[in-house]
């Protein structure tokens, strides 16, 4: 059982930047971030795997970074924010990537990420 929790989450205007974390407190191959929007499904945002090889939603292509330090702890780099990234967003993580939520195992319970026009 891996337990993940996130934080970094809040309030931003247009064009800000959030760094958002995720604490595993075991190893896994892949990790990723997904989010989920009032009224839409759960999408995939990026993941990586425990190498450093990573992808990326076209949507957030160029805008985001996915990052992770000693295989564990997990990052995103949120800049140029739209108001259509607004949504909580889920640390999540298992042993084959990919940006389908039925790929991993364990999700963290999300942190909230809001812009505003």
């Known amino acids: 059982q891996v337990h993940l929790v996130e934080s970094g989450g809040g309030s931003v205007q247009t064009g800000g930047s959030l760094r958002l974390s995720c604490a595993a407190s075991?190893?896994?191959?892949?990790m990723g971030w997904f989010r989920q929007a009032p009224g839409k499904e759960r999408e995939g945002v990026a993941d990586?795997?425990?190498?450093?090889?990573t992808n990326y939603a076209d949507s957030v292509k160029g805008r985001f970074t996915i990052s992770r330090d000693n295989a564990k702890n997990l990052y995103l780099q949120m800049n140029s924010l739209k108001p259509e990234d607004t949504a909580m967003y889920y640390c999540?993580?298992?042993?084959?990537?990919?940006?389908?939520?039925?790929?991993?195992?364990?999700w963290g319970q999300g942190t909230q990420v809001t812009v505003s026009s």
């Open positions: 999540a993580a298992g042993r084959v990537c990919g940006l389908m939520s039925s790929r991993y195992n364990y």
């Open positions: 075991g190893y896994t191959y892949c």
């Open positions: 990586i795997t425990a190498y450093g090889t």
